[in-house]
């Protein structure tokens, strides 16, 4: 029940992230800021970040479920 619990929250944690990234495109989109190279990069390396915390926890349960 434990790993049940540690990935609905890991879920719960990954929607809130992308929603903001979500929302701060959606801004982009209707050219309220202007999306930079420098922003590409760094929403790139956020979701590279994101993918990383995902699997890292998503390991951790597995292991503790062996």
């Known amino acids: ?4 619990c540690e990935a609905l929250t890991l879920i719960q944690n990954t ?3 992308i929603h903001v ?4 495109l959606s801004a ?3 050219e309220k800021v202007e999306l ?3 922003h590409i990069s760094t929403i790139g390396n956020i ?3 994101y ?3 995902i699997e890292r926890t998503a390991q951790k349960i597995k292991d ?3």
């Open 15 to 17: 929607n809130d992230k």
């Open 36 to 38: 930079t190279d420098e």
């Open 21 to 24: 990234l979500a929302d701060a």
């Open 1 to 4: 029940m434990h790993q049940v």
């Open 28 to 30: 982009w989109d209707s």
């Open 47 to 49: 979701l590279y970040g």
């Open 64 to 66: 503790r479920s062996k």
């Open 51 to 53: 993918c990383q915390d």
